[in-house]
Antibody
Framework: EVQLVETGGGLIQPGGSLRLSCAASGFTVSSNYMGWVRQAPGKGLEWVSVIYSGGSTYYAASVKGRFTISRDSSKNTLYLQMNSLRAEDTAVYYC????????????????WGQGTMVTVSS | EIVLTQSPGTLSLSPGERATLSCRASQSVSSNYLAWYQQKPGQAPRLLIYGASSRATGIPDRFSGSGSGTDFTLTISRLEPEDFAVYYCQHYRSSPPEYSFGQGTKLEIK
């Protein structure tokens, strides 16, 4: 079964750091483009970061320089290292697999994890 | 930055009716990179439509997408009780790579 499971969320003080993990099953993380999307309480979806199969990484302006996306092929796991956390980073963080059909990437996300809550508060 | 504006903010309809949701981009975008998602309370989003008009795996054919340029539409031909949810459009821009979401349309039971 194709599945993503996020862990690592929790309550963290402003300025702190947290690392989220996203364990994949049923497919290979490094062969796909993978992303993180977050959703603040009661709000809409916001793209955070993406890593492509070739290793290129990109970030939303709101997190650039503070967050780092990475992957571990041996563990088939995606990560999001979050530093210098702010109250406005409070959200459910979803990892998601990039959608590819018939050999073409469509830059949407077709498989999503259940999300992990990050709360930044003193 | 491309801004996606969805309308209406809330749509109140009854089961069996037809739903038409709009997504307007602040500048012309590639249809290949326009997607629609459904999200129910407490759940992760689900991909419905990619490439503006192609249904994702397992999506019923009552869902259809259309449009080009700056105006895109998600249509649900006959609403089922399970279709009441929030819907988001999403676009990808390649240079520099950026993914953007609309603010969402809440489809509620009338």
């Amino acid at each position: 079964e194709v599945q993503l499971v996020e862990t690592g969320g929790g309550l963290i003080q402003p300025g702190g750091s947290l690392r989220l993990s996203c364990a994949a099953s049923g497919f290979t993380v490094s062969s796909n483009y993978m992303g993180w999307v977050r959703q603040a309480p009661g709000k809409g979806l916001e793209w955070v970061s993406v890593i492509y199969s070739g290793g290129s990484t990109y970030y939303a302006a709101s997190v650039k320089g503070r967050f780092t996306i990475s992957r571990d092929s041996s563990k088939n796991t995606l990560y999001l290292q979050m530093n210098s956390l702010r109250a406005e980073d409070t959200a459910v963080y979803y990892c998601a697999r990039g959608a590819s059909y018939y050999g073409s990437a469509y830059f949407a996300f077709d498989i999503w994890g259940q999300g992990t809550m990050v709360t930044v508060s003193s | 930055e491309i801004v996606l504006t969805q309308s209406p903010g809330t749509l109140s309809l009854s089961p069996g009716e037809r739903a038409t949701l709009s997504c307007r981009a602040s500048q012309s975008v590639s249809s290949n990179y326009l997607a629609w998602y459904q999200q129910k309370p407490g759940q992760a989003p689900r991909l419905l439509i990619y490439g503006a008009s192609s249904r994702a795996t397992g999506i019923p054919d009552r869902f259809s997408g259309s449009g080009s340029g700056t105006d895109f539409t998600l249509t649900i031909s006959r609403l089922e009780p399970e279709d009441f949810a929030v819907y988001y459009c999403q676009h990808y821009r390649s240079s520099p790579p950026e993914y953007s979401f609309g603010q969402g349309t809440k489809l509620e039971i009338k």
